[in-house]
Protein backbone atom coordinates (compact mmCIF):
# COMPACT_ATOMS: atom_id res chain seq x y z
CA UNK A 1 0.00 0.00 0.00
CA UNK A 2 2.75 2.44 1.00
CA UNK A 3 4.56 2.10 -2.66
CA UNK A 4 1.67 3.07 -4.78
CA UNK A 5 0.72 5.13 -2.68
CA UNK A 6 3.89 6.74 -2.92
CA UNK A 7 3.44 6.55 -6.33
CA UNK A 8 -0.17 8.15 -6.92
CA UNK A 9 1.44 11.00 -4.76
CA UNK A 10 4.18 11.78 -7.33
CA UNK A 11 2.05 11.20 -10.11
CA UNK A 12 -0.80 13.71 -8.77
CA UNK A 13 0.60 16.77 -9.83
CA UNK A 14 0.89 15.92 -13.32
CA UNK A 15 -2.93 14.95 -13.18
CA UNK A 16 -4.06 17.85 -11.66
CA UNK A 17 -4.70 16.21 -8.09
CA UNK A 18 -4.11 17.76 -5.06
CA UNK A 19 -3.16 15.50 -2.41
CA UNK A 20 -6.26 16.28 0.03
CA UNK A 21 -8.71 13.87 -2.32
CA UNK A 22 -6.24 10.85 -1.81
CA UNK A 23 -6.71 11.22 2.15
CA UNK A 24 -9.14 8.26 1.80
CA UNK A 25 -6.05 6.21 0.74
CA UNK A 26 -3.02 7.88 3.12
CA UNK A 27 -5.59 6.67 5.93
CA UNK A 28 -4.72 3.31 5.22
CA UNK A 29 -1.18 3.52 6.41
CA UNK A 30 -2.11 4.51 9.84
CA UNK A 31 -2.04 2.48 12.36
CA UNK A 32 0.14 -1.02 11.41
CA UNK A 33 3.77 -0.23 11.39
CA UNK A 34 4.46 -3.50 9.30
CA UNK A 35 4.63 -2.44 5.26
CA UNK A 36 3.74 -5.66 4.12
CA UNK A 37 0.25 -6.12 6.34
CA UNK A 38 -2.92 -6.47 3.74
CA UNK A 39 -5.06 -3.68 3.43
CA UNK A 40 -8.74 -3.60 3.36
CA UNK A 41 -10.80 -0.75 0.74
CA UNK A 42 -13.99 1.05 1.92
CA UNK A 43 -15.89 2.41 -0.16
CA UNK A 44 -14.06 6.00 0.27
CA UNK A 45 -10.79 4.92 -0.64
CA UNK A 46 -11.77 2.53 -3.83
CA UNK A 47 -13.66 5.73 -5.14
CA UNK A 48 -10.25 7.31 -4.66
CA UNK A 49 -8.57 4.88 -6.01
CA UNK A 50 -11.14 4.94 -9.09
CA UNK A 51 -10.84 9.01 -9.22
CA UNK A 52 -7.05 8.64 -9.94
CA UNK A 53 -7.84 6.11 -12.90
CA UNK A 54 -9.79 8.31 -14.81
CA UNK A 55 -7.80 10.87 -14.26
CA UNK A 56 -4.13 9.00 -15.16
CA UNK A 57 -7.04 7.55 -18.55
CA UNK A 58 -7.73 11.59 -19.59
CA UNK A 59 -4.66 13.11 -19.15
CA UNK A 60 -1.01 13.41 -21.13
CA UNK A 61 2.27 14.58 -20.08
CA UNK A 62 3.41 16.80 -22.91
CA UNK A 63 7.03 17.81 -23.67
CA UNK A 64 8.64 21.11 -23.07
CA UNK A 65 8.04 23.66 -26.54
CA UNK A 66 11.70 25.65 -26.42
CA UNK A 67 9.42 28.37 -28.19
CA UNK A 68 7.64 28.97 -25.21
CA UNK A 69 8.14 30.04 -21.71
CA UNK A 70 7.95 27.68 -18.68
CA UNK A 71 5.31 28.57 -15.96
CA UNK A 72 5.52 27.35 -12.19
CA UNK A 73 1.99 27.24 -10.71
CA UNK A 74 1.81 26.79 -6.51
CA UNK A 75 -1.65 25.66 -5.63
CA UNK A 76 -1.96 25.47 -2.18
CA UNK A 77 -4.68 23.22 -0.99
CA UNK A 78 -4.93 22.12 2.67
CA UNK A 79 -2.18 24.04 3.47
CA UNK A 80 0.12 21.96 1.38
CA UNK A 81 1.88 24.12 -1.57
CA UNK A 82 2.48 22.03 -4.73
CA UNK A 83 4.38 22.73 -7.48
CA UNK A 84 3.66 22.56 -11.08
CA UNK A 85 5.69 23.20 -14.28
CA UNK A 86 3.68 24.05 -17.53
CA UNK A 87 3.21 25.78 -20.67
CA UNK A 88 0.19 27.63 -21.97
CA UNK A 89 -0.72 27.79 -25.83
CA UNK A 90 -3.73 29.61 -26.82
CA UNK A 91 -2.89 27.10 -30.39
CA UNK A 92 -3.62 24.01 -28.44
CA UNK A 93 -6.45 21.71 -28.03
CA UNK A 94 -5.53 21.61 -24.48
CA UNK A 95 -4.27 25.02 -24.00
CA UNK A 96 -2.20 24.37 -20.18
CA UNK A 97 0.13 21.55 -20.94
CA UNK A 98 2.04 20.40 -17.45
CA UNK A 99 5.23 19.71 -18.15
Known amino acids: AQKLLGNINWVCSYLGITTEPLSPLFRLLKGDTD ?12 YTLETVEEAMSNRQVYRVDIELSINLYVPISDMRPTGILAQWSEKWKDSLHIL
Open 35 to 46: LTSPKKLDKDAN
